[in-house]
């Protein structure tokens, strides 16, 4: 099946200090398969998202948004068309109201008034907030506060998100949220792009893995692909998912992302 | 985390004084010139305290301090050279104006305390570490709080300089403009000011609970992680500048002038 570009990363490189290069010559494409970006701290993993999002420009190199490069758009202007959740809700939310909170983006780029309330109501469901709207964020728990920042991104309708850790501080259940969040993005058509460190989250969800190890790209391919490659991954310092390492351990050759997987897979097997 | 602290550890023999050696010839550097009444010693002062940065490898750091007080020192020259009040013997002249001898000599004993001081404490601040200096201020009786206090702001305020960085990074995110005239920066206060005081407040409740625990205000006599900074020459070097200082007010009593 071919894919549609949506972000093309060309030769990139980028260095904080000189002489210190930080990504290495990125070239990649980037299409609406949800694709996790793992590696050790360091790797590059948060400097390369914030290139995505304007938020630093690249030393060389371009990257490509629908064809236009992005770095002929400002920073808010490039804000209608990707979204990132930072990692901290904190960092964040200033109104007093969830609603207000989450409609601040959408009015930011340029939605009436009444779109974005339409749009900021779809999202607070989505996230499973309807009836705290009038709630003041930091009267929530951590994980509903994340979850308000993912509703505020999800609000600006944008076509790329970026997720910076979703799942720092959620539980069983917050996580269960965000993987169908992430997949109701999926059939919108929105990308998905997500740093994180949680392996089984991202075995759960994401289709495409792309390793990153000391600024440059280790491996890249298909979740399953990735994480069946047990010596690359220690390489890069990463462990496998859990479901993948104990199927492993226990003699098959198939690879299983998760015990969803396993189990229709043993279903089958004995009938 | 970028530190706001001027230190930078050279490994040179002024960073393995004690910070109360310093402190002492800062003291001396500024009340000797006072009790002997003559510039000579400030002017003294400054070739010592210039030798002594060298010798520690820092006398670049404080080319960015001296140039900014440049600026302000070269506005008084200007100014008292050509309108101090008793302004009657004209030295030179520059087109119409003339500056007078009066009003330079009076500009340059300015100039000379001003360097004086700044050098001297950029002797104390370019090699000393700000948490080794309030340390042994705790170890001579000192209160450990407050010392708490003086070090925590070397740590919180580059802290909150990152969390706002993050939140100006956050908010940009969110298609809000930071950059332009006044009145876009004006809006964009809130957005940016209310998480950072948000944060702040949670961090320091957290911050005040994980002091706690681990006992800060316990009323057992303190041990202290880090050895004294000191060395075998700072009792010599301390009893040096006493001499010194006792020896200026000998000569200033006794009356030899």
């Given at each position: 099946m071919e894919q549609k570009n949506i972000l093309e990363i060309k030769d990139l490189h980028f260095s904080?200090?000189?002489?210190?290069?930080?990504?290495?010559g990125l070239n990649f494409s980037l299409d609406d398969r949800t694709t996790a970006i793992i590696g050790?701290?360091?790797?590059g993993k948060t400097t390369f998202v914030k290139l995505l999002k304007g938020l630093l420009r690249p030393t060389c190199g371009s990257i490509l948004f629908e064809g236009k490069d992005?770095?002929?758009?400002?920073v808010a202007q490039l804000a209608r068309h990707i979204g990132m959740v930072f990692q901290n809700p904190n960092d964040q939310i200033f109104k007093n109201r969830v609603l207000d909170e989450v409609m601040y983006g959408p009015l930011k780029i340029g939605m009436s008034e009444t779109v974005a309330k339409e749009k900021s109501m779809a999202a607070l469901e989505l996230v499973g907030?309807?009836?705290?709207?009038?709630?003041?964020?930091?009267?929530?728990?951590l994980s509903s506060r994340k979850l308000v920042a993912i509703a505020s991104i999800i609000a600006m309708d944008t076509k790329v998100i970026i997720f910076d850790e979703?799942?720092?501080?959620?539980?069983f259940y917050g996580k269960e949220r965000i993987k169908s969040v992430i997949r109701k993005l999926r059939s919108e058509g929105v990308t998905v792009i997500t740093i994180i460190h949680d392996m089984d989250f991202v075995a759960d969800v994401f289709e495409r893995v792309i390793v990153f190890a000391k600024g440059g790209v280790l491996l890249d391919g298909s979740a399953k692909d990735v994480f069946a490659d047990e010596a690359i991954l220690k390489e890069a310092y990463l462990e496998q998912p859990n479901v993948t390492k104990l199927c492993q351990n226990l003699g098959y050759e198939e690879v299983f992302l998760n015990t969803d997987e396993f189990v229709t897979y043993w279903r089958k097997k004995t009938g | 985390m970028k530190s706001i602290s001027l230190y930078e550890e050279k490994g040179s023999l002024l960073n393995k004084l004690a910070p109360e050696s310093k402190i002492l010839y800062i003291i001396i550097a500024l009340l000797l010139p006072v009790i002997m009444g003559s510039r000579w010693v400030s002017i003294g002062f400054i070739a010592v305290s210039f030798f002594l940065l060298l010798i520690s490898k820092?006398?670049?750091?404080?080319v960015p301090i001296l140039s900014i007080s440049g600026f302000v020192l070269l506005t008084v020259v200007i100014i008292q050279g050509i309108?101090?009040?008793?302004?009657?013997?004209?030295?030179?002249?520059v087109g119409p104006v003339s500056f007078y001898k009066e009003g330079l000599m009076f500009a340059f004993e300015i100039v000379v305390n001003v360097l004086n001081i700044l050098l001297s404490f950029c002797v104390l601040i370019l090699t000393a570490k700000p948490s080794d200096i309030v340390e042994n201020f705790v170890r001579k009786g000192f209160s450990p709080r407050f010392g708490y206090v003086f070090i925590s702001v070397f740590q919180i305020v580059p802290q909150m300089t990152e969390t706002m960085s993050t939140i100006t990074d956050a908010q940009r995110s969110r298609?809000?403009?930071?950059?332009?005239n006044l009145l876009v920066r004006i809006k964009a206060f809130g957005p940016l000011i209310s998480p950072v005081v948000m944060s702040s407040l949670i961090n320091t409740r957290e911050r005040a609970l994980a002091l706690e625990v681990r006992?800060?205000?316990?009323?057992n006599k303190k041990t202290f992680l880090n050895d004294e900074?000191?060395?075998?020459a700072d009792k010599y070097i301390q009893l040096g500048m006493l001499a010194m200082l006792i020896a200026g007010i000998v000569w200033r009593v006794a009356g030899w002038r």
């Amino acid at each position: 099946m071919e894919q549609k570009n949506i972000l093309e990363i060309k030769d990139l490189h980028f260095s904080y200090n000189k002489g210190d290069e930080i990504l290495k010559g990125l070239n990649f494409s980037l299409d609406d398969r949800t694709t996790a970006i793992i590696g050790q701290n360091g790797a590059g993993k948060t400097t390369f998202v914030k290139l995505l999002k304007g938020l630093l420009r690249p030393t060389c190199g371009s990257i490509l948004f629908e064809g236009k490069d992005i770095s002929t758009m400002t920073v808010a202007q490039l804000a209608r068309h990707i979204g990132m959740v930072f990692q901290n809700p904190n960092d964040q939310i200033f109104k007093n109201r969830v609603l207000d909170e989450v409609m601040y983006g959408p009015l930011k780029i340029g939605m009436s008034e009444t779109v974005a309330k339409e749009k900021s109501m779809a999202a607070l469901e989505l996230v499973g907030l309807s009836g705290f709207e009038d709630k003041n964020p930091y009267d929530l728990g951590l994980s509903s506060r994340k979850l308000v920042a993912i509703a505020s991104i999800i609000a600006m309708d944008t076509k790329v998100i970026i997720f910076d850790e979703p799942t720092i501080a959620q539980d069983f259940y917050g996580k269960e949220r965000i993987k169908s969040v992430i997949r109701k993005l999926r059939s919108e058509g929105v990308t998905v792009i997500t740093i994180i460190h949680d392996m089984d989250f991202v075995a759960d969800v994401f289709e495409r893995v792309i390793v990153f190890a000391k600024g440059g790209v280790l491996l890249d391919g298909s979740a399953k692909d990735v994480f069946a490659d047990e010596a690359i991954l220690k390489e890069a310092y990463l462990e496998q998912p859990n479901v993948t390492k104990l199927c492993q351990n226990l003699g098959y050759e198939e690879v299983f992302l998760n015990t969803d997987e396993f189990v229709t897979y043993w279903r089958k097997k004995t009938g | 985390m970028k530190s706001i602290s001027l230190y930078e550890e050279k490994g040179s023999l002024l960073n393995k004084l004690a910070p109360e050696s310093k402190i002492l010839y800062i003291i001396i550097a500024l009340l000797l010139p006072v009790i002997m009444g003559s510039r000579w010693v400030s002017i003294g002062f400054i070739a010592v305290s210039f030798f002594l940065l060298l010798i520690s490898k820092v006398l670049r750091k404080t080319v960015p301090i001296l140039s900014i007080s440049g600026f302000v020192l070269l506005t008084v020259v200007i100014i008292q050279g050509i309108f101090r009040a008793g302004n009657v013997t004209p030295v030179f002249a520059v087109g119409p104006v003339s500056f007078y001898k009066e009003g330079l000599m009076f500009a340059f004993e300015i100039v000379v305390n001003v360097l004086n001081i700044l050098l001297s404490f950029c002797v104390l601040i370019l090699t000393a570490k700000p948490s080794d200096i309030v340390e042994n201020f705790v170890r001579k009786g000192f209160s450990p709080r407050f010392g708490y206090v003086f070090i925590s702001v070397f740590q919180i305020v580059p802290q909150m300089t990152e969390t706002m960085s993050t939140i100006t990074d956050a908010q940009r995110s969110r298609g809000m403009e930071t950059e332009g005239n006044l009145l876009v920066r004006i809006k964009a206060f809130g957005p940016l000011i209310s998480p950072v005081v948000m944060s702040s407040l949670i961090n320091t409740r957290e911050r005040a609970l994980a002091l706690e625990v681990r006992g800060f205000n316990a009323r057992n006599k303190k041990t202290f992680l880090n050895d004294e900074k000191k060395c075998g020459a700072d009792k010599y070097i301390q009893l040096g500048m006493l001499a010194m200082l006792i020896a200026g007010i000998v000569w200033r009593v006794a009356g030899w002038r």
